[in-house]
């Protein structure tokens, strides 16, 4: 009985059950049966635990450890082991026998087995079990990120040699994700490499010009599982020189591992998957986006949202991490999410998600300024911030009237570094973002004075899905502020956006209610017309970000089982500030709401006391200041057909009263949805009252604000 250790990273004693006298044939067999018991969390418990893992007896005493966070599942037989897809991994080193040369001694022939379900497809190469240095010595059984299984080995003459399965033509794709499979390799000297997919023969290689068998050279560290011995970097990137080595493991689940010391022949391997079918299913957890339950309320929180087990157990942090804004109105949400990178999303009713960009901009453009190990180097922006180590997000205003969310994040490399300014200060380039949510579902994003543009239609595409999932083909519809409007579709490759001064985006969610976004007049926007790859999307698609950890400023995606994202276009919000919100009543919407804000109705003010500070479209809300004596505030609305009242908020700095009574045109307005109102105090004490009135018309108004 060996004791559990416990590391940094909880690493723990497994069992391996070596050949035994009743099964003389096998040289290694994780069955993972004598694990821990089954327990909910995903990581294993930090605290001290005095139990032992029960082991059984073994020729070679070997004992098998995890590293990372991991945890036992219901396998094919008993239990299996499930990896986290970011730091699990299993690794072990049998008391090698050595022959009279000092050489470890491994058996000629050799036939690995396992039972494999896989998560998501690896970001590259992912071992199921590999022994030696990758592409130099020893053997690597693992799988690819199209899902290919592989067996691949050197031979005494440091070639190295591959044999892969094959992909589907339509799916382009191998093995299916979160399914059983019963796959084995064998290799003998006469046969060279067999593959099979259960119980099949998948594919075969013996292209050796010299067959000296495995060099099993340099191979003292022994086994490992899930995570290759040095990091490799992601597949398929769209700039392979801002695309670096990553850390990642397999993500999905093993059971009964195994290594035969010769080559099972087809008869018995076919034999061997028809008589072990699975006992249980493989077990994951739904990776569908974060969702909330409506609370009926307008107003934002704090809290942890939560993704899928695995993702969550990475992040230390606690439940105060992230940010939602709910309506009482609409069933839309405004969501700040590390996943993101806290990157807002505006959340339909069904659950779609729509993003946009930081404050982007870039260096060392293909390598052109020098060494990339040595200066920031691709896309600057906050996809980069993958561990949110910079990225913050806070509540500044949570009141009845309005919320004020601020949103502040360092622009960096993947490799987490800035760019200097001319200044010299080491600052580097940063966004700041200020937020001002309204009760009708829509927000003012003002971007504060930067490097880099800051705007771009994305959208999110959770596991399962692709863009087509998400949006229409017909995805977009501009307007202007002459109320023409015009659609545009994908459908045959990229469209040309015409329609003249179109300051107004709608896109075209597959959902009631649909994003969009609002420029100040002379704003404009442009197609995102790169990067698309028509065999796998009508629409750029990519998994770098969100969620990923990967170092990578740039990833074509090739199947759904990872969160991804999708561009629809640029823009020049020809501003500060654009407007954001979620509507499934456009056409009648959305030109009064850009004329209400880019021209807004005039005020002539009436009440002594008070000094007009204009209209603040930053914030989409008409400013006042109260002197040092209360009164009533009374000033006339002249809206018209061009500048129309669309909702209206009001902010009055050093307010005296504690209550608000609102009168439109002479009649009282009971405070509740129509009239709402609230309070914030800065670190003087000074007050500041915020009052929203839902209201529509084209014609002088009258406000009276009493005290």
């Keep these: 009985m060996k004791p559990i250790i416990t590391l940094p990273l909880y690493l723990f004693l497994i069992s391996s059950n070596l050949f035994s006298q009743t099964d003389e044939d096998l040289f290694l067999w994780l069955d993972f049966n004598d694990s821990k018991e089954i327990t909910d969390p995903f990581y294993f418990d930090s605290e001290e635990d005095d139990t032992d893992i029960s082991t059984k007896e073994k020729v070679n ?21 499930k990896f986290d897809g970011f730091s699990s991994y299993i690794e072990g080193r049998p008391d090698f026998k050595y022959n009279e040369d000092e050489e470890i001694e491994f058996p000629e022939e050799i036939s690995v087995e396992t039972w494999v379900s896989l998560g998501a497809y690896p970001w590259n190469w992912a071992p199921i079990l590999t022994i030696g240095k990758y592409k130099i010595t020893g053997f690597y059984f693992g799988v690819d990120s199209r899902g290919r299984v592989g067996f691949h080995m050197s031979d005494a003459t440091s070639v190295w040699h591959e044999c892969n399965s094959y992909i589907g033509q339509d799916s382009r794709l191998g093995l299916e994700l979160q399914k059983w499979y019963h796959v084995v390799a064998t290799y003998s000297p006469d046969s060279g490499i067999k593959l099979y997919i259960n119980g099949h023969l998948e594919n075969t290689y013996n292209d050796f010009t010299f067959d ?11 086994f490992r599982l899930g995570m290759n011995r040095i990091d490799l970097p992601p597949s398929d990137p769209i700039r392979d020189w801002a695309t670096y080595p990553s850390r990642y493991t397999f993500d999905g689940i093993l059971d009964e591992v195994k290594i035969h010391k010769r080559e099972l022949s087809e008869k018995e391997i076919s034999k061997t998957f028809k008589a072990n079918k699975p006992e249980n299913e493989p077990e994951f957890a739904s990776r569908k986006f974060p969702a909330i339950e409506s609370s009926g309320r307008f107003g934002a929180n704090y809290t942890r949202l939560k993704f899928y087990p695995e993702w969550d157990a990475l992040w230390p942090v606690g439940d105060a991490m992230d940010v939602v804004v709910q309506f009482d109105d609409y069933p839309t949400k405004l969501i700040f999410w590390r996943g993101t990178r806290y990157s807002p999303c505006w959340v339909s009713e069904n659950g779609k998600w729509m993003a ?8 060392n453009w293909f390598l052109s300024e020098g060494d990339r190990e040595e200066i920031p180097t691709g896309c600057i922006e906050h996809m980069s911030d993958v561990q949110c180590r910079s990225s913050r997000v806070a509540i500044i205003e949570n009141n009845d009237a309005r919320v004020v969310v601020n949103w502040r994040y360092l622009q960096m490399d993947v490799q987490f570094r800035q760019r200097d300014l001319e200044n010299e200060t080491g600052f580097g380039e940063w966004g700041n973002e200020m937020y001002y949510i ?6 003012i994003r003002h971007v504060l004075p930067g490097i880099g543009g800051w705007q771009e239609t994305i959208f999110l595409n959770e596991p399962g899905t692709k863009p087509e999932d998400n949006v229409e083909l017909e995805a977009c519809k501009l307007y202007n502020m002459k109320r023409e409007s015009k659609s545009y579709t994908w459908e045959h490759g990229y469209p040309e956006f015409d329609l003249d001064e ?4 709608l896109i075209n969610f597959k959902s009631e209610y649909k994003p969009f976004i609002i420029f100040r007049e002379g704003g404009g926007f442009e197609v995102f017309n790169l990067e698309v790859r028509p065999e796998y999307s009508h629409f750029p698609w990519w998994n770098h970000w969100p969620v990923a950890q990967i170092i990578s400023d740039g990833r074509s995606a090739n199947a759904p089982d990872r969160t991804s994202h999708s561009s629809i276009s640029w823009g020049n919000p020809n501003g500060e500030a654009a407007i954001y919100g979620m509507t499934n009543d456009p056409d009648n919407i959305l030109v009064d709401l850009a004329r209400s804000w880019n021209n807004p109705p005039e005020i002539e003010l009436k009440s002594k006391g008070f000094k007009y500070q204009g209209y603040d479209y930053r914030q989409r809300a008409y400013v006042m200041e109260s002197d040092s004596n209360p009164s009533d505030l009374e000033f006339i609305l002249r ?18 009263g504690k209550n608000i009574k609102l009168f439109i045109d002479g009649k009282e307005v009971p405070e509740g949805k129509d009239f709402r109102y609230g309070f914030e105090y800065d670190v003087t004490g000074k007050m500041k009252a915020i009052i929203w009135i839902k209201k529509k018309t084209e014609k002088d108004t009258n406000i009276l604000v009493k005290s």
Excluded: H
């Design 502 to 505: 179109a300051n107004i985006q």
């Design 639 to 656: 809206a018209s057909e061009n500048s129309p009242l669309i909702n209206m908020a009001l902010v009055i700095d050093n307010w005296k």
């Design 212 to 222: 000296y068998g495995i060099a099993y050279s340099q191979i003292e560290q022994g």
């Design 438 to 443: 309204y009760p009708d579902g829509t927000c």
């Design 61 to 81: 005493g070997t004992d098998f450890k995890i590293r990372g966070l991991g945890k036992y599942v219901p396998g094919v037989k008993g239990t299996a082991f």
């Design 356 to 363: 946009d960009q930081s404050r982007e901009t870039g260096n």
